[in-house]
């Protein structure tokens, strides 16, 4: 089987959005066993379509759209299930996901916006604590402060950023 360029830049764009996916299937489907069969058949149908993906596009939006219309088609093989919900329903949560995910892209862009604007100090603090395995204790060992301090300065640099993030969504007009 030759690999081509598209196969490779779909399989990344997969990979990277594959819990994601699993997620918002999770979320419209009652059945934790159909998971699994869907995600497989979704795949199929990215792959077969993936020349037709906008790139200028978020790849997850759009492979919604197919995971969706997977649910639906599973749901019609398998009406002899008494417990599922409506199509009304499974529609609801699917458009209620993405606003989800869309407002929570929308805060992680806005809290990463807010880590720059933080002082050197507060932003190495944060650094050590929130992107390391590393525990209070342990760096307020490391770095010679009281473990009361540390706690009491992580506090006050999450208010900041948390403050921050709320302005910024409500700059844009979304919160």
């Given amino acids: ?73 599973h749901r019609k093989r398998a009406k002899t299930r008494r417990r599922h919900f409506s199509e009304e329903v499974v529609e609801a949560i699917a458009a209620e996901y993405q606003q989800h995910q869309q407002l929570s892209e929308q805060r992680k862009a806005a809290l990463a916006g807010c880590l720059h604007k933080l002082e050197d100090q507060d932003r190495r603090l944060v650094e050590l604590r929130y992107f390391s395995e590393e525990t209070v204790e342990s760096l307020a060992q490391r770095i010679e402060e009281p473990v009361a301090k540390l706690y009491r300065s992580l506090a006050r640099i999450r208010y900041l950023l948390a403050a921050c993030v709320k302005k910024s969504l409500a700059a844009e007009g979304t919160s």
């Fill in 1 to 73: 089987m030759k690999i081509t360029r598209q196969n490779e830049e779909f399989v990344r764009l997969y990979a990277k959005d594959e819990g994601r996916l699993r997620r918002y299937v999770c979320a419209l489907v009652p059945v934790m066993a159909d998971v699994d069969d869907i995600l497989q058949e979704t795949a199929i149908a990215l792959m077969r379509k993936f020349d037709q993906y906008d790139s200028t596009q978020p790849f997850f939006n759009w492979a919604c759209r197919f995971a969706l219309y997977e649910v639906l088609q």
